[in-house]
């Protein structure tokens, strides 16, 4: 079970505005059959709703398509996977069966289209069971280079935006224009800093902004237009600031792993309370792939500068290609992230069959433990539903990290 909203802190001043966005944002978080999208296109007739799989997907192109962009995350362990289990094996991650469970009992109808970003196999392999499947609808695999020269790389991923782009207008009924996706790459840019703006708050105070409700108010802008998630991002922002939580002497940690799962929230609550304080993760990274603003000057080509940023700004996850270095540069990043949130020690956090986390794993881990960050690991499920062993030990790491170390 997971525990009421605010559990943890006793009752403040003011601190009914602050609940009441938490509770709004776990409703929408929750939300696995998108009754908040069906909301939007009965109140937006004949504009398009397109979903996308994790990790990255250009959401600035459904967006400048007039349509909506929504973030398919599977049903965490909200959904009893039955169907779903039909069409794949079961040693895989439960993202793709839950979310086809979904798609086969309805609740993604409301969805004109999907797109599938490249990840992994299995990933693959939904596309092409969605096109199956689901006859009718709008599928698109998009493929994301393996090099990160502007001349390779750059002009593939520019082909591949630009045959997006032709197949979105089509979808929506007339085509995207230059203006119109400039103006969402400004609508987007607004959004990626008001992210960064909440997680500067959390590394610098964590117990102002606790994870597992930045988490919930992260995913609820799978369903919401990015103009409106991002007004709920700053206030959130400005309630947590103020909310006079009491500060907590907590050892400060890296979580890294669940980058395209949905962890449940009791996980997330489950590492809090055994004394660790997360000031950087890899959740809901959808949202916020691209580090810094895209922002196209003048002369230049929308679709060549969101390219270029995925080259140059990329955050280095496990479902980045890296050819040369994979192990290194991943690794570099990782330790990087950390110093720049003050973080004392790493906690690798994978879902379990999770090619992509668990064939980086050990080369990241060598580059944290080259740093001289301690780290633990566990593997979780998304239908986890007991987290005791993570509990204990993740607070023997907290405590490891409190007496020994020297981070």
């Given at each position: 079970?997971?525990?009421?909203?605010?559990?943890?802190?006793?009752?403040?001043?003011?601190?009914?505005?602050?609940?009441?966005?938490?509770?709004?944002?776990?409703?929408?978080?929750?939300?696995?059959?998108?009754?908040?999208?069906?909301?939007?296109?009965?109140?937006?007739?004949?504009?398009?709703?397109?979903?996308?799989?994790?990790?990255?997907?250009?959401?600035?192109?459904?967006?400048?398509?007039g349509g909506?962009?929504?973030?398919?995350?599977?049903?965490?362990?909200g959904?009893?996977?039955?169907?779903?289990?039909?069409?794949?094996?079961?040693?895989?991650?439960?993202?793709?069966r839950?979310?086809?469970?979904?798609?086969?009992?309805g609740?993604?109808?409301?969805?004109?289209?999907?797109?599938f970003?490249?990840?992994?196999?299995?990933?693959?392999?939904?596309?092409?069971?969605?096109?199956?499947?689901?006859?009718?609808?709008?599928?698109?695999?998009?493929?994301?280079?393996?090099?990160?020269?502007?001349?390779?790389?750059?002009?593939?991923?520019?082909?591949?935006?630009?045959?997006?782009?032709?197949?979105?207008?089509?979808?929506?009924?007339?085509?995207?224009?230059?203006?119109?996706?400039?103006?969402?790459?400004?609508?987007?840019?607004?959004?990626?800093?008001?992210?960064?703006?909440?997680?500067?708050?959390?590394?610098?105070?964590?117990?102002?902004?606790?994870?597992?409700?930045?988490?919930?108010?992260?995913?609820?802008?799978?369903?919401?237009?990015?103009?409106?998630?991002?007004?709920?991002?700053?206030?959130?922002?400005?309630?947590?600031?103020?909310?006079?939580?009491?500060?907590?002497?907590?050892?400060?940690?890296?979580?890294?792993?669940?980058?395209?799962?949905?962890?449940?929230?009791?996980?997330?609550?489950?590492?809090?309370?055994?004394?660790?304080?997360?000031?950087?993760?890899?959740?809901?990274?959808?949202?916020?792939?691209?580090?810094?603003?895209?922002?196209?000057?003048?002369?230049?080509?929308?679709?060549?500068?969101?390219?270029?940023?995925?080259?140059?700004?990329?955050?280095?996850?496990?479902?980045?290609?890296?050819?040369?270095?994979?192990?290194?540069?991943?690794?570099?990043?990782?330790?990087?992230?950390?110093?720049?949130?003050?973080?004392?020690?790493?906690?690798?956090?994978?879902?379990?069959?999770?090619?992509?986390?668990?064939?980086d794993?050990?080369?990241?881990?060598?580059?944290?433990?080259?740093?001289?960050?301690?780290?633990?690991?566990?593997?979780?499920?998304?239908?986890?539903?007991?987290?005791?062993?993570?509990?204990?030990q993740?607070?023997?790491?907290?405590?490891?990290?409190?007496?020994?170390?020297?981070?």
């Amino acid at each position: 079970m997971v525990a009421p909203l605010n559990a943890d802190q006793p009752a403040a001043a003011g601190a009914a505005p602050l609940q009441a966005l938490v509770e709004r944002a776990r409703a929408l978080s929750e939300d696995v059959q998108l009754e908040a999208v069906r909301a939007w296109k009965a109140a937006h007739p004949g504009r398009i709703a397109v979903g996308s799989l994790p990790v990255w997907a250009p959401r600035e192109l459904i967006h400048a398509a007039g349509g909506l962009p929504v973030g398919v995350r599977g049903g965490g362990d909200g959904v009893e996977v039955v169907r779903g289990d039909a069409y794949f094996q079961s040693y895989i991650c439960q993202l793709p069966r839950s979310t086809l469970e979904l798609a086969l009992d309805g609740s993604y109808d409301c969805l004109d289209g999907v797109i599938f970003p490249s990840t992994c196999d299995v990933i693959r392999n939904l596309s092409g069971m969605w096109q199956l499947l689901l006859p009718g609808k709008y599928v698109r695999y998009l493929d994301v280079p393996q090099s990160l020269r502007e001349d390779l790389g750059g002009r593939f991923l520019e082909h591949e935006l630009r045959t997006l782009r032709d197949e979105l207008g089509q979808l929506a009924g007339a085509p995207i224009s230059d203006d119109a996706l400039r103006a969402s790459i400004a609508a987007y840019d607004a959004h990626r800093r008001a992210i960064e703006d909440v997680y500067a708050l959390r590394a610098a105070t964590p117990w102002l902004a606790p994870s597992w409700e930045l988490y919930l108010v992260l995913r609820a802008g799978d369903v919401l237009p990015v103009e409106e998630h991002t007004a709920m991002l700053r206030e959130y922002r400005e309630l947590a600031a103020a909310s006079g939580r009491p500060m907590e002497d907590q050892a400060r940690v890296v979580l890294t792993g669940a980058f395209c799962e949905r962890p449940p929230l009791g996980l997330i609550q489950t590492v809090e309370r055994s004394g660790c304080a997360i000031v950087d993760d890899d959740l809901a990274l959808g949202l916020r792939f691209i580090r810094g603003d895209v922002a196209p000057p003048p002369d230049e080509d929308p679709l060549a500068a969101l390219a270029r940023a995925f080259l140059a700004r990329g955050r280095r996850c496990p479902t980045m290609f890296l050819p040369d270095d994979a192990g290194q540069a991943k690794g570099e990043a990782l330790v990087e992230d950390a110093r720049r949130a003050g973080a004392e020690g790493v906690i690798f956090a994978a879902a379990s069959f999770c090619d992509p986390a668990l064939l980086d794993q050990p080369m990241t881990a060598k580059a944290v433990e080259a740093a001289g960050l301690p780290s633990t690991s566990f593997k979780y499920a998304e239908n986890t539903g007991q987290f005791q062993p993570i509990r204990e030990q993740t607070g023997a790491f907290a405590d490891a990290i409190k007496i020994w170390s020297d981070a």
